[in-house]
Every structure is written in structure tokens, then in C-alpha cells.
């Protein structure tokens, strides 16, 4: 896929959006109003982003647990607010104030998420059945985080999606970290990639880094998918900047992690990155960015006097949502 | 009334629920072939594209289900033995039953059946013979199914197909085997109905799959010796039909709850509390239960007898309960092996074309 002009400031208008929305959530958490705990996904947006922001609205998508999938949410068409008043405990929440920090929309390819990680894989694979037995060709997009592809179910739902060519697309978010044990410490390979290669399906490593190539290794996948082909796994390299949790101490290993070990990263922020780049291509210029920006961050605010101005949800949903009448 | 066979109760229920819907798929290992014979012959009459033979992948299968049903379809995950319910717990007990909920009820559907044989006497061993109904009551979000006839398994598993949230439907593999009137026309039973199999006024029996024909058996015996026993199967243990055990209870004032499972923290335990809870003045003697003892089942014959209920066990808890020696009574208990069940599922099979 060659990105376009529009392509390209869409993705960079993405990007700048999750940034808006994951600094709006760290203040709501700082500040006290947000009560529970906030994974930023600052400095892994052109994961999301990239693999989201082009697919279909009736492909379905999973998200890593960083950001509790603003990054491939936002772009995938969830409205701000819907997540931030899921966060806030509100009726109009993407589970009507019930999850936190899951969210429900499946008009829009969000199946919802499963919060004791690597349940999504299998359950990503009875999408891929669905959607192959329909014959519409829907993909399924399930990214999830390095440290998830530890779980047997990853082995189990690659398997079934090689032996039935489904429409899956694999995305491995490799942030180097799983809480404060580092990828050398439980990934014995240089590439995660290289977990297809027992599978028979492509195995794709890409700099997790630069939107444009992420965009382009998830679409080359996602067609491929689409029209048979079957899945592929697509190993984006990252790397986490903050905690694990905004407020949790910074540990890898045993000790705190270095300044040394962070700096490099924070000099290749995607943000910054997709910007340069696409003023050097002349498709950015300094009021576009302002202008983005600007209507960036007013999106947010108002997506938070959404939520603030929703009403809690009505108790009588704890017997309502279990079963369908 | 014609009369067949538990196994061909539920191969006609599959075959007739996947007629009447397209929606309707099954996975599992070797499910073309049907393991223990069950989805026999379906693949040769919807295709293997609705009749899916999985690898040893029993997280796919139960997870897969939540998926396809998210994307509309209406699975049936075959999980050979529920004993495998320990591996697919994440599946079973924290995605599918809990999915609808933890999303804000706002997936309108999630029709999914996970079917599973339960029991022991086959000589299956601590890992293939257990009666895993307690760990699936105990999670809020799973219905629980679980026939003791022909007739029961094919209307309920009927039920279980058409139901829109995750059904859990246990049959015992003494059920396969079993001769049971079932009529031709179509018929369905509801959930949360249990069924009076036998009345009686002295003493009632709550029992649920194999334990019902145990009881009845007994029932049968302590009827030459002036004892009147009610047998009540629940069928449905979410939704339970607790009114209709304590309408009997009401009537008997004695109760007996045999179930296969374990049993310290049983299915027992959560009945005779809730008989308690309604109608402990109605009672005249303690609550008696027969389970399986607290520990795994042996594969040996020999010792799974020590481990297992058997008839004699139910007689002891109904003496108790009536307080009263009824004099000796003979009750044969279940003899067969996995063989003989296999033999019956083959000969199915070539019916099931």
C-alpha cells in the first residue's frame, strides 16, 4: 500500500489525538478524578495508530493492554468520550459504566477485551471462523503486547488460524517490557516475528516507530487476509517509556531503570518522527500543525464534559446485563 | 412411543437444531467423526465447513465459540470430558459467561453451547470421569444443563442451541447407552423447570443426571418395602427450580440430594442450604447427602467403587432421613466399561448417516 497525501496527515492526526486523550487521562489520574489506574501508551501510538486507523468499520479489532486501547480504538472510530465515560464509571460508557477500562462496540469492529491477557487471542480466532464462514471479507486485527504472547492460548489460536486460513492479522506490540521483566529475560530470539515460522505464516518485523511503516505492514497483511490468504503476525518494536502504571515505580529487573536506557527512545518519539517527516515532504506546515493540534485537544475537552456531564449508571444493569431475555 | 437411545437423542437434537439454523456450527476434536459418538455423521449432511475437527486445543474451541458468536454465529464447542473445564476456565468462567456483563449488557447475544460428557463408572480415571457441576454453578453468567433421560437430553439440548447466552450442557456417559421413549414430533423443554420423575410422600430424592436413575432405582426397591420415595430432577441447575424441590419437600419433610460431583462444596450443599433457607421448619430430620467422597476418582474398578455414590449409599441416606432400618434391600449399581459405551456410540455412527 502507497500512503497518500490525506493518508498520511490522517495518521498523523491520529497520532496526535491519542497523545491529547492519554495526557487528558494521566491528569484526570493525577488530579484524583480518575479512580483507578492509567497504563500510558506514550511513545507506542504508531502501533494503534497504524495498524487501525485504514481498516474497514466491520473489521474487527484487539488492542495491547497499554492505553486499554486508545491507539487502535480511537482510530477505529470510538468517540473519546464513550471511552473516557467508560472510565469514569457513566451510563453512556463503551460498557455503560461497568468495565473501567473495557469498551463494547461491535458496529464498529470492537468486540471488547478481556482483562487476564492472552484470552483474546482465541477468542480473535472464533472471529476469524465467523468471518470466513460469512465470506464478506472481515479481517481481525489482535494486537497484544509482547509479554502476552507468553500464553499457550497464542499457540493454540495460531495454530487454528494457519490449519483454516483465517482472515487474522497478528500484531505483536513489543514495548521490551512485561511490568518490570525485560524482553531478554523471557523471549530467547532477537525477533518475536520469528514465532510464524512454525505456523507457515508470514513473519514480519517492523519499526514500531514510524506510523507509515507500521500502516503499511499491517495493510499489506490485512488485504492478504482478505481475500484468503490467511494470517500473518506483524512484530512492531517499541518500547515502553513510562511504568507499567502512571505512579508505579520504575523497575526492570530488580533496579531502577535508567535514564541511559530511556533517552534514546524519547529522541524517537512517533509524534515527532511523522511530523518531521511530513514536513520535509511539504505536506505539514506549521499552521496545520498548530490547527491539528488545537482541534485535538478541544476534541478531548469536550469528550471530558461528555463525560462528566453523564449520569452514573442505573444499578438494575447488575441484573439486566448477565443474561439476554 | 418409540423408544431410543440417550446418544441417538442427541445426534437427532444436532442434526434437527443444525437443520433449522445455518447459524449453528460445531467444533471440536474429531468432531467429524464424533468422539464418543455423538456428532456422528453430521459432516456428511451440513460439510466440514459446519462440522469442525480442531487440534488438542481445548482453549480455541471454548474461546473460539465466544468469538463466532460475537460475529453472530451460534457455536457448540464439543469439550470431550469436563474435566477439561480446569483448562478452559479462562474461557468458560471469565470470557463467555462473563463477556455480556462486563461489557454493560451491550452484546445483545452470545449463543454458545459448550457440551461435555461428565461421570464416571467407565473406568476413565481421575481426569476423564469427573462430575464438574459445582465449579460452572458457582459462575455467575453460565446456564447448566444437565439430562437423566433420552428424553430430557434431546428437548433440553434443543433448548440449549436456541438459548442467546452461553449453555453449559453436561451428559453422562451412562446417558449414551440408555433406552429412553422419545417421541418423533418436535418438542423443546424449557430451563429452570425440573421434573417430578416419580412421586412419592415419604421421602424425597433430589438427583441430577446418573444419580436420577440411581434413585429411581432405589425408589423402585424400597417400594416392596413400604417406603414411598419422589424423585425430583432439577435438569436445569442455572436457572433451578428450587420451588418445586421445597413444594416437596414441603409435602415429604425428609430430603435426600445425591450428585455425582464432589462433595464438599457440591451442588448438594448449595441445594439442601437453599431448602434450608425456605423450608427449614417444614423438615423432620437433618438433610442427608450422597456425593462422590473428597478425593480424586480412582480408574481402578475396584476402588472406584469406594469413591463413587452407589445405590447402597442413597439407601443409608434415606434410612437416616426416615430414621429407620428399612431391612436389607439389593440395588445393583452401573456396570459398564468405555468400551461397551464406544461400541454403542459405533453403532450409532452408522445409524447417524
Keep these: 500500500m502507497k500512503l497518500n497525501k490525506g493518508q498520511k496527515l490522517k495518521l498523523y492526526t491520529n497520532l496526535v489525538r491519542c497523545r491529547k486523550l492519554d495526557e487528558m487521562m494521566r491528569r484526570a489520574l493525577l488530579s484524583g478524578k480518575l479512580p483507578g489506574h492509567w497504563t500510558s501508551p506514550k511513545g507506542q501510538e504508531a502501533v494503534g495508530v497504524g495498524a487501525s486507523t485504514f481498516l474497514r468499520k466491520d473489521d474487527y479489532i484487539f488492542c495491547s493492554h497499554r492505553g486499554h486501547g486508545i491507539t487502535t480504538f480511537i482510530p477505529k472510530g470510538l468517540s473519546p468520550g464513550v471511552f473516557i465515560a467508560e472510565h469514569y464509571s457513566k451510563a453512556t460508557g463503551g460498557a455503560c459504566g461497568m468495565a473501567y477500562f473495557s469498551v463494547y462496540d461491535i458496529d464498529i469492529g470492537i468486540p471488547g477485551i478481556g482483562t487476564a491477557l492472552g484470552g483474546d487471542f482465541v477468542i480473535a480466532a472464533g472471529l476469524g471462523i465467523g468471518s470466513k464462514m460469512e465470506g464478506k471479507g472481515k479481517v481481525v486485527v489482535c494486537i497484544q503486547g ?13 495454530l487454528m488460524a494457519a490449519n483454516w486460513k483465517l482472515p487474522i492479522v497478528w500484531g505483536v506490540e513489543n514495548n521490551q517490557y512485561l511490568i518490570s521483566t525485560h524482553i531478554s529475560e523471557y523471549y530467547p530470539k532477537e525477533n518475536m516475528a520469528d514465532l510464524a515460522f512454525g505456523y507457515g505464516i508470514p513473519g514480519i518485523v517492523v519499526d514500531g516507530q514510524d506510523v507509515f511503516a507500521v500502516c503499511e505492514a499491517f495493510q499489506t497483511a490485512v488485504e492478504r487476509a482478505r481475500v484468503g490468504q490467511g494470517a500473518s503476525l ?3 518494536k517499541t518500547y515502553r517509556i513510562e511504568p507499567m502504571c502512571i505512579g508505579m515505580a520504575d523497575i526492570r529487573g530488580t533496579k531502577v531503570r535508567s535514564r541511559e536506557e530511556i533517552e534514546p527512545w524519547l529522541k524517537r518519539d512517533p509524534i515527532d518522527l511523522c511530523r518531521e517527516r511530513l514536513v520535509k515532504e511539504n505536506i505539514l506546515t506549521q499552521t496545520d500543525i498548530e490547527r491539528i493540534d488545537s482541534e485535538a485537544q478541544k476534541e478531548m475537552e469536550e469528550a471530558e464534559r461528555f463525560a462528566d456531564e453523564s449520569p452514573p449508571p442505573d444499578p438494575q444493569i447488575l441484573k439486566r446485563a448477565l443474561y439476554t431475555e | 412411543m418409540r423408544e431410543i437411545r440417550g446418544l441417538e437423542a442427541m445426534q437427532e437434537a444436532l442434526r434437527e437444531e443444525m437443520s433449522r439454523d445455518e447459524k449453528v456450527f460445531i467444533l471440536g476434536e474429531c468432531v467429524r467423526m464424533g468422539s464418543l459418538g455423538i456428532s456422528a455423521g453430521l ?7 459446519r462440522v469442525l475437527d480442531t487440534n488438542i486445543s481445548e482453549c480455541a474451541i471454548a474461546g473460539s465459540c465466544l468469538g463466532a458468536a460475537l460475529a453472530g454465529y451460534r457455536p457448540i464447542g ?6 477439561f473445564f480446569y483448562i478452559v476456565a479462562d474461557e468458560m468462567c471469565n470470557k463467555a459467561a462473563k463477556w455480556r456483563f ?10 454458545i453451547v459448550y457440551m461435555s460428557s461428565i461421570g464416571g463408572y467407565v473406568r476413565s480415571d481421575a481426569e476423564h470421569s469427573q462430575t464438574l457441576e459445582s465449579i460452572i454453578m458457582h459462575c455467575p453468567g453460565l446456564k447448566l444443563v444437565i439430562p437423566s433421560t433420552p428424553y430430557d437430553a434431546k428437548g433440553l439440548l434443543k433448548t440449549a442451541i436456541r438459548d442467546d447466552n452461553p449453555v453449559v450442557y453436561l451428559y453422562h456417559k451412562l446417558l449414551m447407552p440408555m433406552k429412553g421413549k422419545v417421541p418423533e414430533e418436535e418438542y423443546t423443554i424449557p430451563f429452570g423447570v425440573a421434573d417430578i420423575k416419580r412421586e412419592g410422600k415419604d421421602v424425597t430424592v433430589v438427583a441430577t443426571g446418573y444419580m436420577v436413575q440411581m434413585a429411581l432405582d432405589v425408589a423402585n426397591q424400597l417400594q416392596e418395602k413400604g417406603v414411598s420415595i419422589e424423585v425430583i430432577d432439577p435438569r436445569t441447575l442455572e436457572p433451578l427450580d428450587i420451588d418445586t424441590i421445597v413444594d416437596s419437600v414441603r409435602k415429604t419433610r425428609r430430603v435426600v440430594i445425591v450428585d455425582e460431583d464432589t462433595l464438599r462444596c457440591g451442588v448438594t450443599a448449595e441445594i439442601a442450604v437453599q431448602i434450608m433457607e425456605k423450608a427449614f421448619d417444614e423438615l423432620d430430620a437433618p438433610i442427608q447427602r450422597v456425593a ?18 452407589y445405590p447402597k449409599d442413597i439407601i443409608v441416606a434415606i434410612q437416616r432421613v426416615l430414621g429407620r432400618d428399612v431391612g436389607p434391600v439389593e440395588v445393583k449399581g452401573p456396570t459398564s466399561s468405555l468400551v461397551e459405551l464406544l461400541e454403542v456410540g459405533g453403532i450409532m455412527k452408522e445409524k447417524g448417516k
Design chain 1, 146 to 158: 509482547d509479554g502476552t504472547y507468553g500464553r499457550g492460548t497464542f499457540h493454540e489460536a495460531a
Design chain 1, 234 to 236: 506483524i512484530e512492531c
Design chain 2, 43 to 49: 459432516a456428511d449432511k451440513f460439510g466440514n465447513n
Design chain 2, 78 to 83: 464439543d469439550i470431550l470430558c469436563s474435566d
Design chain 2, 102 to 111: 462486563r461489557h454493560g449488557g451491550k452484546p445483545k447475544k452470545l449463543p
Design chain 2, 292 to 309: 462422590a467422597a473428597n478425593c480424586p476418582i480412582p480408574a481402578g474398578w475396584f476402588l472406584e467403587q469406594y469413591v463413587l455414590p
